[in-house]
């Protein structure tokens, strides 16, 4: 049984990214053998006509988050979208493996050490968080890093 990987991405607000990006970063996850829950692709079954259907989404998300196996967010933007934050705390808090892509160059930290708030490395080790951490899509196929080697059953 293939493992789940949530997608935690704002580019399902925009038709152009949807088509672009997101398609991109979801084949190469899914060429790895993962299958990959994409939130917006998920709640496509929610009817946003009814009263409430906010409520709904986020359920939906939060148990997606809940029930998959690790989170891999996308953390472009300065700062990065609070919906894909929340839905990466959550993962961080439940133990879940996180991964983060980001090929937007610019920093968004205090930190010396860590390009975003150093919160969203919370999830990964001390030493070697770099593994953790995409800046393409042709990073997400690296042996060598994090993802490959946590579907591998390495240790990272």
Do not use: H
């Not at 607000?13 to 990006?21: C, E, I, T, V, Y």
Request: charged share 25%; aromatic share 12%; net charge negative.
């Amino acid at each position: 049984m293939a493992r789940t990987l949530y997608l935690a991405n704002p580019y399902g607000f925009s038709r152009q990214l949807k088509a672009g990006p997101l398609i991109e970063i979801q084949k190469a996850l899914e060429s790895l053998g993962i299958e990959v829950w994409e939130p917006f692709e998920r709640n496509n079954q929610i009817d946003f006509s009814e009263p409430g259907w906010a409520y709904g989404v986020g359920q939906a998300d939060m148990r997606d988050v809940r029930d998959s196996d690790a989170t891999f967010a996308v953390v472009n933007g300065c700062p990065p979208d609070e919906g894909v934050m929340v839905e990466l705390g959550m993962a961080i808090a439940w133990g879940k493996p996180t991964f983060l892509f980001r090929d937007d160059f610019r920093r968004c930290t205090d930190s010396e050490t860590y390009p975003l708030n150093l919160m969203l490395f919370t999830g990964m080790p001390k030493s070697n968080w770099e593994n953790y951490w995409y800046s393409s899509v042709s990073e997400i196929s690296d042996p060598g890093k994090a993802l490959v080697r946590w579907l591998q059953g390495k240790p990272n």
